[in-house]
């Protein structure tokens, strides 16, 4: 069961972080907390699913980035953990998850890479192709950032 606290802190994670050196300490001065107690209950919600994830947004198209490609890739599912990891630890690289396949559709490596041009998308993704041996991908650029919002609980 939530308490009152628990709802107030879980609203207050709804919305953005504070851009500074100690955020939680921030938040948890908001809500007339300690930070400790803040970050305690954090772990908790993390240890018991209630918390899946603290995430930032990115503006790509403010931050400069031009160029975004949803990326996805046929990969032998015996490589998947190998590769995957490989592509989340490529700076150019937002999202990279995997999803199952679905009918005639038979990619399951999905990809999000952002440059400052499309030129300089284009040779990310070659690169990644290149050194990963994928032969089958199809790139998706975006033509327009979409309203990025969180889900809200309470």
Request: overall charge positive; proline content about 2%.
């Amino acid at each position: 069961m939530l308490d009152k606290l628990d709802k107030k802190i879980i609203c207050r994670l709804q919305n953005s972080i504070p851009v500074s050196s100690r955020p939680y300490k921030d938040i948890a001065d908001e809500l007339g907390i300690g930070e400790d107690e803040l970050l305690d209950k954090i772990k908790y919600y993390n240890e018991t699913g209630i918390l899946k994830r603290i995430g930032a947004v990115l503006y790509h198209r403010r931050a400069g980035f031009k160029a975004n490609a949803m990326v996805v890739w046929n990969v032998d599912k015996k490589d998947m953990d190998t590769i995957g990891r490989y592509m989340a630890s490529i700076p150019e690289i937002s999202h990279c998850c995997s999803r199952k396949k679905f009918g005639e559709w038979k990619y399951e490596l999905y990809t999000m890479v952002h440059a400052k041009s499309r030129e300089k998308c284009s040779t990310i993704i070659k690169n990644i192709a290149n050194n990963t041996e994928i032969e089958d991908y199809r790139v998706l650029y975006s033509i327009r950032e979409l309203k990025k919002t969180s889900v809200k609980y309470f």
